[in-house]
Every structure is written in structure tokens, then in C-alpha cells.
């Protein structure tokens, strides 16, 4: 009897040559990295005593700690999306830490039930893909909120579908500190509660995500259907070459083909 449930199926629909069985293989990494995982942290509020900057801080002593390299974007001066050119300084900034970090943390203010706009503006500037690069593909996130009442869950739950989207790996565990205004020293240190210990296991866990995937990120996000996009394109490139008598590489680009 055949352990399989299938053991005679065809697959009509597959492109045989595009199909990959995963390989626990090719999770092993023979020569892992050894730098400090790099984290990229935003928060979502510019308020002279932001609690969501309080919190991030918090966290970023935490990463630290463990051995982290940590980097914290002040939003002040960001434009909003598409209110300036790329080219703006606050623009780079973002970008070129975006594309600097292996790891991130994104931690917004509940605001009318939802993250703030200048978290939302950080999130909206970082691009999706740059040519053939996608910054943040591969890349592990946390998510963290605080609120002025009761104990939320909205903020965090927008940034997963937003992690998602910018095809992150957004851990496990997350922060909500509820009426954080309580939470905090006049002097911006977060006091002994449960809250804080859920800030140092989400800081934990990411850290090690970050250590677990960070060599594998572009194994573990390939797909088939892009795989099977690019043959496509490749495939085009190709015919539009011999239709033309172009050689695809050589003098690229001035017959259209590239």
C-alpha cells in the first residue's frame, strides 16, 4: 500500500520544469552570517512625549542587549507619500535603513482605531520593489501599539496585513500596552508590569527570527508563480531577440529587447 494519498497523480495544470520540492537541504546555511543582526525601528508619533517612541526605545535597549545593531528612524520631516520627490533627504534615510536592516519593529499609536498616519507615511515610502530588488522581502518584523485606554489590538493587527503585504516575516508574538501613559517614569522608562515583560519576550523572539531566517530569505519567499512569470519574460526577451536578430546582452537595450 502506498504511503502517499496520490501515488499515480499527473498535474496538468504545472509547469513541471518551474516546480520546486522544498529541501531540508537547503535550509541548512554552510557559513552563516556572524555580523550582528541589523534592526530598523519605527515608531508612529511625534509628540514631545511619544509613547510610541518610549516603547521603541525600550525595545531597542533590549536589542541591544542581546547584540542587536540597532537603527531608529525619527519620522520628523518625512513628507507624505507622493507630497515630494524621492530624492528628498527624509526619503533616503528611510530607504537606505530599510534596505540596511535584516529586521524591523513598527510600533504605532492606536489612533481612531487604527495605526497613525505618520506610521502608515514610513510604511507607504518604503518601496515594494526597486528594479529587480524588493527591500524588504525576507525580512523579519515585529509589531508593537500603545493606546491611552484599554487594552487594543487594531494597530498591531493593520501592520501584520501591511507586513504581509511587503512580504515580511512577522513573528509569532506582539505588544500592546494599554494606557501607556501610566506605563512610563517622568524619566521615559518603562516601569515592571506584565507589559514590559511581553515587550522583552517579543524582543527575544525577534531576535532570533531574525538570526534563524536571515540567510534564507530568498529561499524561503521563492515562489512558483513568479518563477513562472520570469520564464515568461525571459521566454518574450528571447523571441523578440531572434525576431529581430538582437543577442539579448550584447548592446542591450537599443533594440527594445532588453
Avoid at 487594552?151 to 496585513?161: D, E, I, K, T
Avoid at 534564507?216 to 518563477?227: F, N, Q, T, W
Wanted: net charge neutral.
Amino acid at each position: 500500500m502506498s504511503d502517499t494519498l496520490f501515488p499515480d497523480a499527473d498535474f496538468p495544470a504545472l509547469d513541471g520544469a518551474l516546480f520546486d520540492v522544498p529541501s531540508q537541504d537547503r535550509l541548512a546555511v554552510p557559513a552563516p552570517s556572524r555580523h550582528r543582526p541589523r534592526i530598523l525601528m519605527l515608531y508612529g508619533s511625534l509628540r514631545e512625549r511619544s509613547y510610541s517612541r518610549l516603547l521603541t526605545f525600550e525595545a531597542a535597549r533590549l536589542l541591544e542587549a542581546m547584540g542587536a545593531e540597532v537603527r531608529i528612524f525619527n519620522p520628523t520631516g518625512l513628507p507624505l507619500p507622493d507630497d515630494a520627490p524621492e530624492s528628498h533627504p527624509k526619503v533616503q534615510e528611510l530607504r537606505a535603513l530599510a534596505a540596511w536592516s535584516e529586521g524591523m519593529v513598527w510600533c504605532s499609536p492606536e489612533r481612531h482605531g487604527a495605526m497613525t498616519g505618520i506610521m502608515k507615511s514610513q510604511i507607504d515610502w518604503i518601496p515594494l520593489s526597486t528594479g529587480s530588488v524588493r527591500p524588504t522581502q525576507g525580512k523579519t518584523l515585529a509589531v508593537m501599539q500603545v493606546s491611552g485606554g484599554s487594552q487594543s489590538f487594531n494597530a498591531v493587527n493593520q501592520m501584520r496585513v501591511l507586513g504581509r503585504w511587503m512580504r515580511m516575516l512577522t513573528i509569532p508574538n506582539q505588544s500592546s500596552v494599554a494606557k501607556a501613559f501610566a506605563e512610563f517614569t517622568e524619566a521615559g522608562r518603562m516601569k515592571p508590569s506584565a507589559f514590559y515583560d511581553r515587550v522583552v519576550d517579543v524582543m527575544e523572539e525577534l531576535f532570533k527570527f531574525t538570526l534563524l531566517t536571515r540567510d534564507l530569505g530568498p529561499y524561503l519567499l521563492d515562489r512558483y508563480s513568479e518563477r513562472k512569470e520570469s520564464a515568461a519574460a525571459l521566454a518574450k526577451r528571447v523571441d523578440l531577440a531572434a525576431a529581430t536578430g538582437c543577442s539579448p546582452g550584447a548592446g542591450a537595450g537599443r533594440c527594445g529587447c532588453a
